[in-house]
T-cell receptor, first 117, second 113 residues
Framework: AQTVTQSQPEMSVQEAETVTLSCTYD???????LFWYKQPPSRQMILVIR??????QNATENRFSVNFQKAAKSFSLKISDSQLGDTAMYFC??????????????FGGGTRVLVKP | DSGVTQTPKHLITATGQRVTLRCSPR?????VYWYQQSLDQGLQFLIQ???????AKGNILERFSAQQFPDLHSELNLSSLELGDSALYFC????????????FGEGSWLTVV
């Protein structure tokens, strides 16, 4: 079974600065997907970024980027130019590939990010 | 807006009662997932359906059941409710090939009193 670990329960960052969230996972699979989801105070789950394990290039979505280290089974999220709206809980998640019926997301415990003005 | 619709958004009910949560997946998505998020816990996978068939089961209690209908909407039935069942219940959907991304609805808040 896959496990996902987020070792930082809470982090704070000043507005406009950069923060990096850690995520490690354990799997025997070679092909899989990794995700970061954001959950703001509204509790909605919002996809932030996605990474395919077969791609060596790190994914980037605007101010969000990842550092994917497959050998180390590490998948960190960097938030650049932090904004007040980035305040949220961030979840790292793993999914086996190929995604067919029967696959699911396995989530880490989450990291609470507080952006201070 | 993720395209996944859940109803009701909020629900308050008494212990011992039974409730049904409904989910309409994104257009074209065949897979539906149900997750539970309690106040002090992360997201727990409950069950997945694919095109009407159950495909994966997680930590779903025997008092809970789900199904996916021919029109692909899904219902999660929670019975003999206990205080500990109070949680946010998410439905999510995905389609194979769309980057294998799972999109979540806004959730149904269940409070058992």
């Amino acid at each position: 079974a896959q496990t996902v670990t987020q070792s930082q329960p809470e982090m704070s960052v000043q507005e406009a600065e950069t923060v990096t969230l850690s995520c490690t996972y354990d799997t025997s699979e070679n092909n899989y997907y990794l995700f970061w989801y954001k959950q703001p105070p509204s509790r909605q789950m919002i996809l932030v970024i996605r990474q395919e394990a077969y791609k060596q290039q790190n994914a980037t979505e605007n101010r969000f980027s990842v550092n994917f280290q497959k050998a180390a089974k590490s998948f960190s999220l960097k938030i650049s130019d932090s904004q007040l709206g980035d305040t949220a809980m961030y979840f790292c998640a793993f999914m086996k590939h190929p995604v067919a019926a029967g696959n699911k997301l396995t989530f880490g415990g989450g990291t609470r990010v507080l952006v201070k003005p | 807006d993720s395209g996944v619709t859940q109803t009701p958004k909020h629900l308050i009910t008494a212990t011992g009662q039974r409730v049904t949560l409904r989910c309409s997946p994104r257009s074209g998505d065949l897979s539906v997932y149900w997750y539970q998020q309690s106040l002090d816990q992360g997201l727990q996978f409950l069950i997945q359906y694919y095109n009407g068939e159950e495909r994966a089961k997680g930590n779903i209690l025997e008092r809970f059941s789900a199904q996916q209908f021919p029109d692909l909407h899904s219902e999660l039935n929670l019975s003999s409710l206990e205080l500990g069942d109070s949680a946010l219940y998410f439905c999510a959907s995905s389609v194979v090939g769309n980057g294998n991304t799972i999109y979540f609805g806004e959730g149904s808040w269940l409070t058992v009193v």
